[in-house]
């Protein structure tokens, strides 16, 4: 199991929002580390989403948004296109292991 | 802007050692506010962090591995490496090297390509 926790899969229409949740603990996100997202397209490496829970790095869209509370972090995409169609990541440092984790991750599908 | 660049075998027999390299491009890896990752992907599975390192030397290793990870950089090459030893077919996978920086935007900002590393006799 990761210790940030992610719903394996989510899906949703073209125009439609999803939301995408990471659910950590105490000694992550609850200790108030910085929680980042990170879009892989299949068959690429992963790149940076969100960082620092709500900031988007200059060329991501609007349509993606990040947010945070408590020991949760969430990823929300407004009007879904058929290219968001992807695996998502949240990440976070965890205190209790002196390290850097991830989601497990969630496959986003476009219907 | 910065790129980086995995190289390496891409077999390696069980109980040996996988050794990879990551090339920077457009930018020092004397950076003081960048630290320098491994992060790995076997197949069909997600993300998993390996471990950093700064140019000062200063390493930071995932728990699960750090009894066989070691993290170097050199400064002349303008590149970092890693090595894993011992390894067994749970560690095929795509290796991925990025950058971390500590001034926004914070976050692995920047990866490489990745590499696929079978291990195999």
């Known amino acids: 199991q990761s210790v940030l926790t992610q719903p394996p899969s989510v899906s949703g229409a073209p125009g439609q929002r999803v939301t995408i949740s990471c659910t950590g603990s105490?000694?992550?996100?609850?200790?108030?580390?910085?929680a980042h997202w990170y879009q892989q397209l299949p068959g690429t490496a992963p790149k940076l989403l969100i960082y620092?829970?709500?900031n988007r790095p200059s060329g991501v869209p609007d349509r993606f948004s990040g947010s945070k509370s408590g020991t949760s972090a969430s990823l929300a995409i407004t009007g879904l296109q058929a290219e968001d169609e992807a695996d998502y990541y949240c990440?976070?440092?965890?205190?209790?292991?002196?390290?850097?984790?991830f989601g497990g991750g969630t496959k986003l599908t476009v219907l | 802007q910065v790129q980086l660049q995995e190289s390496g075998p891409g077999l390696v027999k069980p109980s040996g050692t996988l050794s990879l390299t990551c090339a920077v491009s457009?930018?020092?890896?004397?950076?003081?506010?960048?630290?320098w990752s491994w992060v790995r992907q076997p197949p069909g599975k997600g993300l998993e962090w390996i471990g950093e390192?700064?140019?000062?030397?200063?390493?930071k290793y995932n728990p699960s591995l750090k009894s066989r990870v070691t993290i170097s950089v050199d400064k002349s090459k303008n590149q970092f490496s890693l090595n894993l030893s011992s390894v067994t077919a749970a560690d095929t996978a795509v290796y991925y090297c990025?950058?971390?920086?500590?001034?926004?935007?914070?976050?692995?900002?920047?990866w490489g390509q990745g590499t696929t590393v079978t291990v195999s006799s």
């Open positions: 990440q976070s440092f965890d205190s209790s292991l002196s390290g850097y984790v």
């Open positions: 990025a950058r971390r920086s500590i001034t926004s935007p914070y976050g692995m900002d920047v």
């Open positions: 620092g829970n709500t």
């Open positions: 457009g930018g020092s890896i004397s950076s003081s506010s960048d630290w």
């Open positions: 105490s000694s992550n996100i609850g200790a108030g580390y910085d």
């Open positions: 390192i700064h140019h000062g030397g200063n390493t």
